[in-house]
DNA sequence: ATCCCTGCAAAGCCTTTGCATGCGC
DNA sequence: GCGCATGCAAAGGCTTTGCAGGGAT
């Protein structure tokens, strides 16, 4: 229930509706749609607006971490954990947590610890380039 | 010119548009609309449709590689170098190659070499976990 | 009571699809 | 000429925005 004090804290409110999503993000990366319906089910009225509203807020406090495995749509989780990477199954879709660690041997590793067979990764950087950092 | 032969070998067939659109890749990873302006600006006849399908069959027969760079589109470029990944400039949208390497010591060569201060970084890798492999 | 948050509705992007015409082979 | 590729138009999916009413503080 940390997550009260950081909304309090910055001056936003706590509602049923974003303690229903952080409770349903509790367990696995969701995309917007299956929050919804996830909510839906229980019986907890909600808007996607609502949804996408929320998450944005939750994303700048730090409480949520969006990412984008090229499905077309993005999917959010719960910063609970340390800086993680994830798995995706390009059969199932299913996805499981790694550590941040190195990247050749990591391949390695995950076969040897999940065996996950990875078939392909994509690593991107975002930062500020030389030029930015100077204005 | 290696493409062409790529194509004919896949039965595809080589025209003004499909040219173009890998000329246009040849410099630098663009979305479908920057693709689209500049063919434009080239006075060359062609239709968002049309890029979205050449740009599939490109990916699909490794001509060109597509990331989602968290920019909720897409960007293409073509695969004439070896893997690698990208530095992408959250102030001015930039975006510079860099070598497949070590994630940790990377970030560090990384400042070292082009002086772009990583934030954040995305990774995630794709493949078959361990159920699906035995299907 | 204040002001944020919500639902509802509409619209904005990015992308895909259907269909008839056109062009590469 | 055959069949893929294209342009045009329409529609689909994900996300954002405007606005008035409702709820948290």
Do not use: W
Request: hydrophobic residues 35%; contains cysteine; glycine residues 6%.
């Amino acid at each position: 229930m940390e997550y009260v004090e950081t909304l309090k804290k910055n001056g936003y409110r706590i509602t049923k509706q974003r303690s229903e999503i952080l409770n349903a993000l509790a367990t696995y990366p969701l995309s917007v749609h299956e929050l919804f319906k996830i909510l839906q089910q229980k019986s907890v009225k909600i808007d996607l607006a609502s949804i996408y509203r929320s998450l944005e807020t939750f994303e700048r406090l730090g409480l949520v971490a969006s990412s984008d495995l090229g499905e077309g749509k993005k999917r959010y989780e719960l910063l609970h954990t340390k800086h993680h990477h994830h798995l995706i199954c390009t059969s199932c879709g299913g996805i499981e947590d790694i550590d941040c660690a190195d990247i050749e041997t990591a391949i390695q590793k995950i076969y040897k610890n999940t065996q996950f067979k990875v078939e392909r990764h994509t690593l991107e950087f975002f930062g500020q380039c030389h030029l930015c950092q100077q204005l």
